[in-house]
């Protein structure tokens, strides 16, 4: 009875786990997915390139250029601008330009009535008229010594008084010039028909261009120095930068500059460096460099807020690819090499330094090799269908 008893008590946990191992079973394994091996190669038929809109390039070493970043404001090119002011005290009387209006060199902005004028007027005219009286006595007295009617000295004292009148004559004219009247309006103020004097005096451009700013008004009255207006040519600018002091060293006159905008973000401007300073401001440590912008549609503004990437030389020779060509995947950024009409490898790179909108390629990519340089987007997105198509 006692051997029964211990054969039973041994033997029911091994019935119980023979019932419940073929109750239940054993899990069954999951059959492993072979990995694959090698480089991950994209076929595309011809209406996926087509829709995807594909460019590409062949690699090739060249100089590094990188960036030195920097911000700064658009400003008139101040060979290209002008301020206008009245030469004269006097009132405005006519306005013949208004802001915006394109004007060409000596173009009238408006008339002056003044006073000074008319007196530089009468002043002139007085002078022209004693020079052609005292031309005709020293005509005269030239021919009556020839004829030994006068004596020498006679005729001496008609010929200084000749050059007295001349000398005033010409002061009286140089100070109409002065005034901003041209030769030919002097030569019509003396012209045989015409002795009147006139006190109205014309403000004239003294360059072509766009009026930027308008202080005059009919009815003004406005003392000598006074600006009334400013013209500016618009179709080039300056970008004054402010550098940071470490970068100095890196810049120089001549270099290229991009500069990008608020207005139009998606544009690249470019200019060239035109002047790097000598001072290092206290409160900022910045120092302060000069673009000149081409400007031919007059899109850009004086006092636009800039971004700038100056490009300064590495002595270098990389591959390089713009940046949109890279696409990050598990592992780290690829590009896409073509392989064949419609073929496209996905290859991991090891990048390197970026410039502007173009990243160094250290290593994973050879000269001669063509990658994707637009549309890579599309081909990622294949190749993440191909990876989980493998899981």
């Known amino acids: 009875m006692l051997t029964k008893r211990v054969l039973s008590f041994v033997s029911l946990p091994s019935l119980l786990c023979l019932v419940l191992a073929g109750c239940c079973g054993q899990p069954e394994k999951k059959a492993e997915q072979p990995k694959r091996e090698g480089p991950l190669v994209l076929s595309l038929n011809a209406e996926a390139l087509a829709a995807g809109g594909l460019a590409t390039q062949k690699m090739e070493e060249a100089p590094w250029s990188l960036a ?6 658009l400003d008139y090119d101040a060979n290209r601008m002008s301020p206008v002011s009245a030469r004269v005290p006097g009132r405005v009387t ?4 208004d802001l915006g209006q394109s004007l060409a060199k000596g173009q009238v902005l ?10 530089a007027q009468a002043t002139f005219l007085k002078a022209f008229s004693e020079m052609n009286l005292k031309q005709k006595s020293y005509d005269r007295a030239r021919m009556l010594l020839d004829a030994q009617a006068i004596s020498q000295g006679e005729f001496l004292e008609r010929q200084a008084a000749f050059e007295a009148t001349k000398s005033e004559f010409a002061m009286a ?15 019509h103020l003396r012209g045989a028909g015409d002795r009147e004097v006139r006190a109205l005096f014309p403000i004239r451009s003294p360059i072509s261009g766009r009026v930027v700013e308008r202080k005059a008004s009919p009815g003004l009255v406005v003392g000598a120095g006074e600006e009334l207006f400013k013209v500016a040519d618009l179709s080039s600018l300056w970008l004054n ?25 998606k544009e690249r401007f470019e200019g060239v460096l035109d002047y790097v300073g000598n001072i290092v401001e ?12 081409p400007n031919p549609d007059w899109r850009l503004m004086p006092g636009m807020f800039a971004e700038a990437a100056v490009e300064v030389s590495s002595g270098r020779r990389v591959l390089s690819v713009p940046e949109a060509a890279l696409q990050p995947m598990e592992g780290g950024p690829v590009v896409f090499v073509r392989k064949g009409a419609s073929a496209f490898e996905a290859r991991p790179v090891k990048t390197g330094e970026k410039s502007g909108e173009r990243v160094e390629i250290v290593a994973g990519l050879s000269a001669g090799e063509e990658i994707v340089t637009r549309g890579s987007l599309t081909l990622k997105a294949e190749a993440l269908k191909a990876s989980f198509g493998e899981e």
């Open 173 to 187: 004219e140089n100070r109409l010039h002065l005034l901003g009247f041209g030769q030919d309006e002097v030569e």
């Open 282 to 293: 206290l409160d900022s440590r910045m120092v302060l460099a000069r673009v000149i912008l």
């Open 94 to 97: 006519e306005i013949r330009a």
């Open 68 to 73: 030195v970043s920097a911000t700064g404001n």
């Open 110 to 119: 408006c008339l002056i009535d003044s006073p000074e004028v008319g007196e």
């Open 241 to 265: 930068l402010h550098l940071p002091e470490k970068e100095v060293v890196r810049v120089r006159k001549g270099q290229r500059v991009s500069i990008v905008v608020a207005a139009y973000p």
